[in-house]
Nanobody, 122 residues
Framework: QVQVVESGGGSVQAGGSLLLSCRAS????????MAWYRQAPGEERELVASITRDEVRRYVDSVKGRFTIYQNNAKTSVYLQMNSLKTEDTAVYYC????????????????WGQGTQVTVSS
C-alpha cells in the first residue's frame, strides 16, 4: 500500500516563509513525477509546482520567483520552499506522487496526500 504524507503547513505572516515536505512510502518501483497542488476556499484546485525524475520543474505563474520545488536523491520525497508568502497563498496544499508500480509498467498512477493547511495573514 502506498502512502503520501505531507508536513510543514502552518500559519505565517505575509512576507514570511514555510517549507512543506512530502514523502511517498510503500511498495512501488519508482516515482515518475511529484507535485504540489493547492485549493483555497471556494476555488478550484490548482497545480502549484511539479518536478519530474529528470528534475524538470514547472510552476504556476503566481508563485514563480517565490516558491522552489526540489526532491531528494531517491526521488521519494519532495519539498516546497515558499518565500515571500502572500495572503492569496492561503490554501490547503496537497502533495501528489505519480508512481510506477513495477519495473515492467509503462504507466504511472497518481497518489494524493491528505493535505496540509497554509494560512498567510496580513
Amino acid at each position: 500500500q502506498v502512502q503520501v504524507v505531507e508536513s510543514g503547513g502552518g500559519s505565517v505572516q505575509a512576507g514570511g516563509s514555510l517549507l512543506l515536505s512530502c514523502r511517498a512510502s510503500g511498495y512501488f518501483f519508482q516515482t515518475c513525477e511529484m507535485a504540489w497542488y493547492r485549493q483555497a476556499p471556494g476555488e478550484e484546485r490548482e497545480l502549484v509546482a511539479s518536478i519530474t525524475r529528470d528534475e524538470v520543474r514547472r510552476y504556476v505563474d503566481s508563485v514563480k520567483g517565490r516558491f522552489t520545488i526540489y526532491q531528494n536523491n531517491a526521488k521519494t520525497s519532495v519539498y516546497l520552499q515558499m518565500n515571500s508568502l502572500k495572503t492569496e497563498d492561503t490554501a490547503v496544499y496537497y502533495c501528489t506522487a505519480e508512481l510506477r508500480a513495477g519495473s515492467g509498467d509503462r504507466d504511472c498512477t497518481q497518489h494524493w496526500g491528505q493535505g496540509t493547511q497554509v494560512t498567510v495573514s496580513s
